[in-house]
């Protein structure tokens, strides 16, 4: 069973969170302390500019999409490659004073103050990431699921409802299931004997869900129709559904824990803030955006057992 946490609608503040648990990785490695140089050793000289060992570890994050397929021999000789065109383009740029531009000024600032939000808001995440703040939304969002039905169920799928009476015959006659359903299923789990592992009600659609919820454990089902074909239908078991292991999901509350925290913590600059809209009327632009508390309500998905 795997548990999944919504994602926290903020409007842009989600973006501005979401792309700080990306974008400060690097700011966020610096922060923990100073390099020292027998760690970070010069890879390189370009007229007598030092590329370290750090600068390459700041340029594989930054191209990490473009390096993934890369061995790791590869990847430092391209990323080096890269900063050392970098170095001699850069300095040819001062050359031509092009940071003198208004351009440059605008991007250089914008550029700024996005490392300074980034750093800022990891910083803000990693303080909130506390275990008692994450066994709390573990507990919140376990109570929610403990008690929910789940059903465990087989099922072999065809074209026509013919096929679906033939099928239904045999197993009355003593065929195996899970036989059946790997030589006449269409669904994609026919291989597995048609099992569907544990479900919820709203995790299938209403007229099998239906069946499914009404049979008791060990008894077949008369066909039935959806979307997808004719089913029958042989329930396994019934349970209450329980929350999954806290460290298999840690993983998933931590980022839960960590994007809220952000969120909220730029909502409450907001509300101190005079921030006036000049695209929008005055009345508009005073109101507070939408969805500005992020949910704190979870739900857990149970996947195939």
Known sequence: MTTSFPEIKTGLRLGLAA??????????????????????????KVNGSEIRQSDLALAEEELAPSLAQMDPA???DNVLSFLIDMKLVAKAAEDKKIENSEDFKKRLAFTRNRLLMDNLL???GKAATTDEAMKKVYDE????????????ARHILVETEDEAKTVEDELKKGADFGELAKKKSKDPGASDGGDLGFFTKDQMVPEFSAVAFSLEPGKISDPVKTQFGWHVIKVEEKRNRKAPEFDQVKSQIETYVTRKAQADYVAKLRETAKVERMDQPADAAAKPDAGAKPAADSQMAPAKK
């Open 19 to 44: 792309a700080a648990m990306t974008g400060c990785l690097a700011l966020v490695v610096l922060a923990g302390g100073p390099v020292r140089a027998d760690d970070n050793p010069v890879l390189a």
């Open 122 to 124: 990891a910083s803000e």
């Open 141 to 152: 969002a376990a109570k929610q699921i403990t008690g929910e039905q789940e059903v465990h």
């Open 74 to 76: 590869t990847k430092k």
